[in-house]
């Protein structure tokens, strides 16, 4: 049998019912989401089921969506059934305050990091990881860096006057601390003559 | 027992049967900047823990910020060894989203370009690994062939190692005659330099010894562990995105995929030799199939879309048009259509994808790379245990990791 984004979604829909909701197709890609508690269940059967066989994790990562409320966090799965050659995208959505969701590290490997990952920027918390520490960002840090909530810093911003990064050029054109890289006035004069 | 728990033995003394070694940050043999600590008994490693992270630039988090073609140079900064992919890779990503049909030319020329960047990558990696079973001469004498593909990037794009190549919908510029001439001569002179290379490493008595058998891995654990690229190859999965999802034409070209069996360094070795010859192959195509369009067919060098595309400079300061979209363009005004997508490309380390969301804005919603070599270093510490510590070494350029591609 090959496999089709409609055969899986009726195989799906037989074992979980309408557990599983917001089903979608964008660019060919069948996507679906389930309740958080669910995950570990829609993993497993996605991994065992002798026609799914979706065993390889390509990728997991959370994304934040801070206008949907108590439903802020997706952590979205990408799978890949290598045989048939067919890709699906699966979420679960959390809440920020109390964001617990299973972890698949039983099932995947290579979900060990990509979950470390995943914790570090929007601090899910991965139950039944066994290290979920930081991995990229240094373990000191206290906040979740790629929330909504920290927005990087306005390229266009005035207030800050530093001149080692090269900000603050405008403002620093009338500045008496012109140092010896730029043109001072008088040398610019000079410079008008020739 | 009691006072033992008492006694705090200093770290490494007598009493203590294993020693710990900090292998990194910055130490020759890791090629890279990240950190394992090695626990050792004699020279055998029982156990090893990666810290990486040492050059993490946030790159997900700047790109929410930034137009769409303004994230290209960032990714250079992924893989550096094959940056050319990695832009290659956006691109691909951007045209899906907006609905970009490029001509067959631009794949075609895309396909040189991503051919001569795998080769840059692997011939890095195995002369590297060359380097550290002892044997510096490959490495050497290979790097000065290395040179000819960068100057053929030099002659497309201007740049070398961070190459920022192509644009949104093709290439900045149609290829010269003289990038034509470099690329000619480097089909010439490449096949003779790469046999030499082979016969140096391939069947030395040596080499063999150091790693075949070395760092091993089952298909099964490979797959779990989420390899790809040619170390998944090497383990004896015949997984390719060139080949599984056909991007830039690649449907059109007639290549293999070489696959191991053990595993192994040696396997590892033998399919990225095995995939600098496809890539040749590859190249010689693609470069026959640009060579047959004529007239202004052969000009070709990117798709008709003025909302991305920047327009001639000549334009800018004669048309009214040219120079609104330059405008636009330039100060990022676009707004992008909505949309999710996951788009992968047969990175030099193995499968790079995007993971991009769109909400209508003109910066990406949220933007996710898929690193290969972030995702299969984590089993690094299964393969090297119970096996030497300059076995180790070896194991770790022959997964050729790449900390730029790890840290992102």
Redesign the interface.
Known sequence: MVLTNESIKQKLTEKFGDQLIDWEEPFGMLTFTAQKDLNLKVLQFLFDDVELKFQFLTDLTAVHFPDRKNLELAIVYHLHNLIDNIRIRFKVYTDISKPDVFSATALYQSANWMERETYDFYGVNFVGHPNLVRILNVDEMEYFPMRKEFPLEDQSRLDKDDEMFGRGGALAAGNERSNQGTISGNDKDELLKH | MQTSEHIKLPQGSLEKQTTTLNFGPTHPATHGVFQNIVELDGERVIDATQT??YI?R?F???A??RPLYQITPLLDRMNYCSSPINDMGWHLTCE??LGIKTPKRVDYLRVIIMELARISDHLICNSIVGVDSGAYTGFLYVMQYRELIYEIYEEVCGSRLTTNIGRIGGFERNFTPQAFEKLEKFIKEWPPVLKEFESLFTRNRIFMERTIGVGPIAAE?A????FTGPNLRAAG?D?DVRV??PYSSYEDFDFNIPVGKTGDCYDRYLVRNGEMWQSLELIKQAYKKVQEFKGADSEIFHADVPEYYLPDKKDVYTKMEALIFHFKIIMGETDIPA????S?VEGGNG?L?F?L?SDGGRTP??L?F?RPC??????FTELIKGGMLSDAIITMSSLNIIAGEM??
Do not use: M
């Not at chain 2, 949309?339 to 996951?342: I, K």
């Not at chain 2, 972030?374 to 089993?379: D, R």
């Open positions: 990486v992270g993490h946030a997900e988090k700047i929410e910020r899906k989203l654990r797959l779990n562990y989420g999965v997984y599984h999802t949309g999710e997508l996951y992968a499968e994808g993971y969301i919603y949220r996710h898929r972030f995702i299969y270093y984590q089993a840290d992102a």
